[in-house]
């Protein structure tokens, strides 16, 4: 299993620029979520998904769009880049079931926006 | 108040040392806790669950107090590979996804 996997590791764009960072799992998980990580602010959760077809806000997803075609693929998009989305993304996953299942997370995708 | 909120570190021990996090959360409907590990910026790994009154492996022990809505994590005989930053976290919305407190940054030093 290679896991959740993301691409790019690295994106630089200009302010206005759109851009579609892709994540995918092998893990049959239902549960997929993408999160933001500044410095000295933890992981924030953007926007989440509890299966194909459904996905729902969470704490910062102004700016962001996602959507859940397949149960393996949850991608999220920026439609019009800005500075203040300089950051780390990571998708994670887990399965349905149980609060206290674990999350995987992939190698996170390092965005700047100039 | 924030969901979870962490100490702010930085904790700089020596080897040997024992060292504890602790962690306050918000939501008291909270049912499990988590304590992640996270490498220069590197993707968080699950370092352990709780969702009882405590939990112990190894070196690590994470305690639960609901009533204060208080979780800790105790590290004993630090490591030079347990420099790390450790991030508290609750689930949001019945385990869908996470909520992270800002982390604690741990440095053991020979």
């Known amino acids: 299993n290679a896991g959740v996997t993301q691409t790019p590791k690295f994106q630089v764009l200009k302010t206005g620029q759109s851009m579609t960072l892709q994540c995918a799992q092998d893990?049959?998980?239902?549960?997929m979520s993408w999160y933001r990580q500044d410095p000295g602010m933890g992981l924030r959760l953007i926007h989440y998904?509890?299966?194909?077809?459904?996905?729902d806000q969470g704490e910062v997803p102004n700016g962001y769009n996602v959507s859940r075609s397949t149960t393996e693929d949850f991608p999220l998009r920026l439609l019009s880049a800005a500075p203040s989305q300089t950051s780390v993304y990571f998708c994670a996953s887990s399965g349905k079931g149980q609060v206290y299942n674990e999350q995987f997370f992939g190698p996170g995708t390092r965005l700047t926006v100039l | 108040r924030k969901e979870v909120e962490q100490d702010p570190g930085p904790f700089n021990v020596p080897e040997g040392a024992t060292v504890a996090f602790n962690c306050t959360y918000s939501?008291?409907?909270?049912?499990?806790f988590f304590w992640y590990r996270q490498d220069c910026r590197k993707e968080p790994k699950l370092l352990m669950s709780?969702?009882?009154s405590g939990n112990e492996d190894g070196r690590f022990t994470a305690q639960l107090n609901r009533a204060s809505q208080y979780i800790s994590l105790l590290i004993r005989d630090s490591k030079l590979s347990d420099s790390a930053t450790y991030l508290c976290?609750?689930?949001?919305?019945?385990?869908?996804?996470?909520?992270f407190g800002k982390g604690t940054t741990l440095s053991v030093s020979s």
């Open positions: 998904s509890v299966g194909a077809g459904i996905t």
């Open positions: 893990m049959n998980h239902e549960y």
């Open positions: 939501n008291s409907a909270s049912q499990s």
């Open positions: 976290v609750v689930p949001h919305q019945a385990g869908t996804a996470l909520i």
């Open positions: 709780v969702y009882s």
